[in-house]
């Protein structure tokens, strides 16, 4: 089957560094995402990896090893807005599974 | 460019009925893939339409169906609604190219209350 694993929840600090890991078991990969979820709100994506090594945007950078079937989400200089859900989210090839399989989601709080 | 809007944003049931709901995809995008999102089970994939035909399915139940238009507005019915059908539904739209970097963008939803 297709299991995609993240932290329930994390709590850091406005202005610290979190890392978020997402570890994955799938039959195939052709990529994997990274959304943000504000509650309420639609997924907006943030970024996306199929190469191994880190791919930086701004505060926010994202790290692929296909080798152990993990990647993280590293958000720097948080912000209160970075309170959202994170979610990890694989491709694999079509077929009944469909395109995207995603976790269950971390949910980050970010407090003063 | 207007994003992906579905309608209606929030619907009451019952157990038993069955739901409408639609989805218009970004000007251009002609895939349209829908979700369900549940507190316990996270997103669910449901279907993929594009153009106009079903071309990926997760693993729902018959009761869960859709349909693509000509100009790549989709819609999806739940029949015989159950409690557990409670959920906020998404879809997202994308050009539809196989694989790779082809991104998803997201609706804001429908969330459906079944009592």
């Known amino acids: 089957g297709q299991n995609i694993d993240q932290p329930t929840e994390m709590t850091a600090t406005e202005g610290a560094i979190v890392q978020i890991n997402c570890t994955y078991q799938?039959?195939?990969?052709?990529?994997l995402f990274w959304y943000q979820q504000h509650a309420g709100e639609a997924p907006t994506f943030l970024s996306y990896n199929v190469l191994d090594g880190l791919e930086e945007k701004g505060r926010f950078s994202s790290f692929l090893s296909r080798s152990k079937g993990y990647s993280y989400l590293l958000l720097k200089e948080l912000q209160m807005k970075d309170s959202a859900s994170y979610l990890c989210?694989?491709?694999?090839?079509?077929?009944?599974?469909?395109?995207?399989?995603f976790g269950k989601g971390t949910k980050l709080s970010v407090k003063p | 460019k207007a994003g992906v809007t579905q309608t209606p944003r929030y619907l009451i049931k019952t157990r038993g009925q069955q739901v409408t709901l639609s989805c218009s995809p970004i000007?251009?995008?002609?895939?349209v893939s829908w979700y369900q999102q549940t507190p316990g089970q996270g997103l669910q994939f449901l279907f993929e339409y594009f153009s106009e035909t079903q071309r990926n399915k997760g693993n729902f139940p018959g009761r869960f169906s859709g349909r693509q238009f000509s100009n790549s507005r989709s819609e999806m019915n739940v029949s015989t609604l159950e409690l557990g059908d409670s959920a906020l539904y998404l879809c997202a739209s994308s050009l539809g190219r196989s694989g790779g970097r082809e991104t998803q963008y997201f609706g804001p939803g429908t969330r459906l209350l079944v009592l």
């Open positions: 799938t039959s195939g990969f052709n990529g």
């Open positions: 000007s251009g995008h002609r895939s």
């Open positions: 989210a694989v491709r694999v090839p079509g077929g009944s599974q469909g395109n995207l399989i």
